[in-house]
C-alpha cells in the first residue's frame, strides 16, 4: 500500500488501533461507525499492504530495572572496509539498542540504548560497541527525564 491519504474511517481505524491494538473487530466497527465486516476488510488490507507491520505490547522499562536510557551518537571509520555492515549487524543482534537511525551531521547513527544502570551501559560499550573495528567515537548523552514518549504516529 502506497503513501497515500486515508479516508476518514481508515483514518480513525489506525489511530484507534494505535491507541488500543487489542480492540476487537466489533469494539473496532463501533468506535468507526461501519459494521464488523468492512472493519475487517480494512484492518486486513492495511496489514497485507504494510500500513499495519505487527502488533505490540509496550512495557515500561522502569518495572523491568532498565533505568538507563542514553542517546548515543556513533560516527564510523569512512575508509575502513565493511564499518557499516558491521555496525548495523551489532545493532540487530543487541537487545540493549531499542532504536538506531542513520543521521546526518558529525555522526553517522544515533542509537537509543536501555540497560539497569551506568555499569550495564559501560560494560555495554566495552563489549560490544568498542569491539567493532569500524566505530570511530561514541557520544553519549543520558536521558534525565522523558518529556514524551509516544508511539502513534500522526495519521495524514
Not at 93 to 108: F, K, N, P, V
Not at 139 to 148: A, C, G, H, I, Y
Amino acid at each position: 500500500m502506497e503513501n497515500k491519504s486515508f479516508d476518514r474511517a481508515t483514518r480513525q481505524i489506525l489511530e484507534a488501533l494505535q491507541d488500543d491494538a487489542r480492540l476487537s473487530t466489533q469494539a473496532l466497527a463501533e468506535r468507526v461507525g461501519l459494521s464488523a465486516t468492512p472493519v475487517w476488510r480494512r484492518v486486513r488490507e492495511l496489514e497485507d499492504g504494510g500500513v499495519i507491520r505487527r502488533q505490540v505490547v509496550l512495557v515500561d522499562r522502569e518495572k523491568l530495572g532498565l533505568s538507563i536510557c542514553v542517546l548515543a551518537n556513533v560516527s564510523l571509520v569512512r575508509h575502513s572496509e565493511g564499518a557499516v555492515e558491521q555496525f548495523e549487524a551489532l545493532v540487530k543482534a543487541s537487545r540493549e539498542i531499542i532504536e538506531c537511525h542513520g543521521i546526518t551531521g558529525e555522526a553517522d547513527y544515533v542509537i537509543k540504548v536501555v540497560v539497569p544502570d551506568m555499569k550495564a551501559y559501560d560494560q555495554f560499550l566495552q563489549s560490544k560497541v568498542f569491539k567493532v573495528p569500524g566505530v570511530a567515537s561514541v557520544r553519549s548523552n543520558v536521558v534525565l527525564r522523558e518529556v514524551k514518549y509516544e508511539t502513534a504516529l500522526p495519521i495524514p
